[in-house]
């Protein structure tokens, strides 16, 4: 089964530190671009960061960038995030999320809860 | 970045109904156009990809339209499981965006 599992999600004090994991298994994932992407409690999506195949190249939203690092190590079929300086908009479910060839978010992991309060 | 506005934001309707929700790219971004739909609580559910393909499983009353600036999702028929969130994103150029969303409710 094609799977997206994240894990690392919880309560941290603003200016704190993060670090999301993404569990893939059911399918290569060195062959997909990832991204994570995040809603906040009654709002809507958000895109926050991508990833190609090989981890060469990374995107951020500009609410994000500076702060947050995309990672992926491919012999571990796990995707990262490295949350950093954290404020409290930061709070949402964020999402692991696969990409097609045609660039649709056809997979989507359960999603973890990050809150940021102090 | 580019811009999408959805519209509309709510809309009261009944089962059986033709729906059609838009959205407005703020520049030119081909057909990369998808739309989701997101039940309380769970994650999104990719329905139409490249602003008119209807992705493997989803039924044939979804469907897109639209190149450019200017996409529509339309259900023709509303059925009950249809009551969602709806939201546009455009896979053009990074940073993606999605749409504010568009939340059907039930008459």
């Known amino acids: 089964e094609v799977q997206l599992v994240e894990s690392g999600g919880g309560l941290v004090q603003p200016g704190g530190s993060l670090r999301l994991s993404c569990s893939a298994s059911g399918f290569t994932f060195s062959s997909y671009v990832m991204h994570w992407v995040r809603q906040a409690p009654g709002k809507g999506l958000e895109f926050v960061s991508a990833i190609s195949t090989n981890g060469g190249s990374t995107y951020y939203a500009d609410s994000v960038k500076g702060r947050f690092t995309i990672s992926r190590d491919n012999s571990k079929n796990t995707l990262y995030l490295q949350m950093s300086s954290l404020r409290a908009e930061d709070t949402a479910v964020y999402y692991c999320?696969?990409?097609?060839?045609?660039?649709?978010?056809?997979?989507w992991g359960q999603g973890t809860m990050v809150t940021v309060s102090s | 970045a580019i811009q999408m506005t959805q519209s509309p934001s709510s809309l009261s309707t009944s089962v059986g109904d033709r729906v059609t929700i838009t959205c407005r790219a703020s520049q030119g971004i081909r057909n990369d156009l998808g739309w989701y739909q997101q039940k309380p609580g769970k994650a999104p559910k990719l329905l139409i990809y490249?602003?008119?393909s209807l992705q493997s499983g989803v039924p044939s009353r979804f469907s897109g339209s639209g190149s450019g600036t200017d996409f529509t999702l339309t259900i023709s028929s509303l059925q009950p499981e249809d009551f969602a969130t709806y939201y546009c994103?455009?896979?053009?150029?990074?940073?993606?965006?999605f749409g504010q969303g568009t939340k059907l409710e039930i008459k």
């Open positions: 999320v696969r990409a097609t060839s045609r660039s649709a978010f056809d997979i």
């Open positions: 994103l455009q896979d053009y150029n990074y940073p993606y965006s």
């Open positions: 490249a602003a008119s």
